[in-house]
Structures are given as C-alpha cells and as structure tokens.
C-alpha cells in the first residue's frame, strides 16, 4: 500500500510539474532527392530538407517580480532510419541543451545553444539556414583555407545575453569557455556577438564570431583562431520578402586567405499557404581563382500549419578545381565538380 501510494504521489507530483509550463515539441522532416556530382549519383531517402528534424523539451517557470526560469533540451534525430544524429547514433542533447533566466531587462542563457551570429544569418536566409538546402551553407566551406575552422552555428559552455525581443535596437551577445586540455590560454574558447535594428519592413544587422581552435603551437600560447564577420538585411516589400547577406572570413594563420560570400534570396507567397523561394550565394577567396556559386529554388505547398510539403532544386558550381559542396553531396577533392540535386519532401511540426 505505501509502495502504491508513493508511486501515486510521483506521478501526481509529474503531472503538477508537466502542468507548470513543460512542454515536448520536435519536427520530422523526409525527402527523397537524386544527386549527381562528377561521374556519379544517387538517389535515396534523407531527412532535414527544409527543418532539421528533432525531438525537444522546453519549459518556463513564473518566479514572481517579471522574472522567469526557463530551460531547453534539444536532440536531434534522423527518422529514415530512426537513430539520432548530432554525432548518433544515440539521443544526446547536442542540438541544444540550455537554462535561463528572463525578465523585463533580457535573458540570460548558460549551456550549449546557437550562437548569435547564426541567428542573424537564420533571419536573412529564406531557407533558414538550419536546413540541408539552403544554399548559405556554402558559409561553413574552408576550400582554399587551410586550417581554418568551419562556421559552427552552436557553441558549447556558453554563456549568452539578449535583450527583450520586439521591434527597435537589439544586442545579442554570447562567451563560451573552452573545455580542451588547457595547453594554451584560449583553447577552445568562442566568442561572438550581433547588434541590429529591427523595423516594420526593414531589419540590419552585424555580427561576429570567433573561435579559437583547440591546441597552440607553443604552452601557453594562443592557439590559431578563425574570426567571421557578417552584415545581414531582410526587407518586406507585400507578399514579398528580400534578403542579402555579407560574409568575410579570416583566420589566424600565416598564409590563410580571407574569404568572402555574398547571398542574396527572396521569398514570394502566392497566398497563404503557398510560397516560393530563391537564394544565390557566391563564396571567393583572396588571391585564389577557387571559388563557389551554389543557388537553390524552392516552394512550399503548407497543408496545414503544422504540415508541408516542398521541393527544392539545388546547384553548386565549383571553379578552378574547387571542391565544395551542399546537401551532403560528396564531391571528390580537387575536382572543380558540380552538385546538382532535385528533390521532393513533407516536413511536420509537433
């Protein structure tokens, strides 16, 4: 009987917490694409075409006073086959794992979570970035940069500020601790920031981030680093919406170029449930005749709110052997080939 009891008053206990704000959300999102690169193709079944897929939790708590306690597991998961990803095969909240601290004066967030620059390019991408066809992927290429560190959009032991969100002036700003082998002082430590406007049509922003890698070529010393800089513009023009990104890239290291990508996407709803979608995104490097021009056309067909389907048509160009890619396509190094990919999917919000 007590055995009984107490397991009843867990539950009750379960069920008052769940009521207190906690909510499960995720998304599954599949396709079916074929891919050619070079000599070769495919065609399969992969998941993340216009939402990465997930499986989250997130709650709030009223502490009283405008204050609240909020928190965030994220993870993410590939539903073709049912593992999770972010590395996989197990769940892990890599995506995002986070608690806060919100009130009239902004929020305060500690843990692993996205960082600001990647919600600044996330607000002028018409894909949103988080999704394998978005073509300001290109963002994250190191071709022609040696040693340079790839754009990463999360950090970990971060800790993160941002002002009330709403229309006007906003700052967002974030400080992650390095966790390696402490070899050097700055091993493994990020650092990065966004400030913008944000108006009835128009919306500017700037943003950095830096990381700097996880070892030095001396002790103590400060390991290379790799600093990005971005100016980001939306624009509502009635049914359509404009978007143009600036991106410099910069490392460290003696003899690394600095490279350059510049997108530009609009996004046209037919009506409400039906919309179509362009970017353009060309990445140079300094003194380098590699260089990519990747573009990507899309429409969502919305079912219902939660529910849509799309297709999306993706190209990559690769110049002087280059060898970058998009969606996940591999394309042999050094080869100059193209990524070409046409495919059709339904994503579905819970």
């Known amino acids: 009987m007590k055995t009984f009891l ?3 008053l ?3 206990a ?6 207190q704000g906690v909510t499960m959300y995720g998304t599954v999102d599949l396709y079916v694409a074929h891919a050619r ?21 997130r709650g709030t708590e009223d502490l009283g006073g405008g204050l609240r306690a909020g928190f965030v597991l994220e993870s993410g998961i590939s539903p073709d086959t049912g593992l999770g990803n972010l590395p996989g095969p197990e769940l892990s909240f890599t995506r ?33 970035l988080n999704a394998v066809f978005s073509p300001l992927n290109l963002v994250a290429a190191t071709d022609a940069q040696p040693g340079a560190q790839a754009f990463a959009g999360r950090a ?22 390095g966790e390696a082998a402490q070899a050097s002082r700055r091993s493994g430590q990020f650092e990065g920031a966004a400030a913008g406007w944000t108006g009835e049509r128009l919306t500017l922003a700037y943003a950095f ?53 510049t997108s530009l996407g609009a996004r046209y709803s037919f009506t409400a449930m039906s ?28 079912l219902s709110r939660r529910t849509t389907l799309y297709a999306r048509w993706l190209g990559l160009g690769n110049h002087a052997d280059a060898s970058a890619t998009l969606a996940g396509v591999t394309v042999a190094a050094n080869s100059g080939d193209a990524v070409r990919v046409l495919a059709a999917g339904i994503r579905h919000n819970f």
């Not at 379960?14 to 009521?19: P, R």
């Not at 690169?37 to 939790?57: I, K, N, P, V």
């Not at 003696?254 to 490279?259: I, L, N, R």
């Not at 005749?289 to 919305?302: E, F």
């Open 37 to 57: 690169s070079g000599g070769s193709s495919w065609t399969r079944m992969q998941d993340g075409g216009h939402t990465a897929s997930r499986l989250g939790f």
């Open 10 to 12: 867990g539950l009750a």
């Open 96 to 128: 995002q794992s986070f608690v806060s601290l919100a009130g009239a004066w902004g929020q305060v967030d500690l843990g692993r979570m996205y960082t600001p620059m990647f919600y600044t390019l996330f607000r002028a991408d018409p894909y949103g």
């Open 275 to 302: 919309q179509l979608m362009v970017e353009a995104v060309d990445r140079r490097v300094d003194g380098s005749a590699r260089r990519q021009l990747g573009w990507t056309l899309g429409y969502d067909h919305h």
């Open 209 to 261: 981030q830096r990381a700097h890698g996880g070892s030095a070529t001396a002790p103590l010393a400060d390991p290379p680093r790799t600093t990005y800089q971005a100016l980001s513009a939306t624009y509502k023009l009635g049914d359509l919406d404009l978007y143009a990104n600036h991106v410099r890239v910069r490392s460290s290291l003696a003899g690394v170029p600095q490279a350059r990508l």
């Open 6 to 8: 107490a397991a009843g």
């Open 156 to 177: 970990s032991n971060m800790v993160r500020y941002r002002t009330p969100q709403g229309d006007g002036f906003w700052l967002d700003a974030a400080f992650g601790f």
């Open 14 to 19: 379960g069920a008052g917490a769940w009521a």
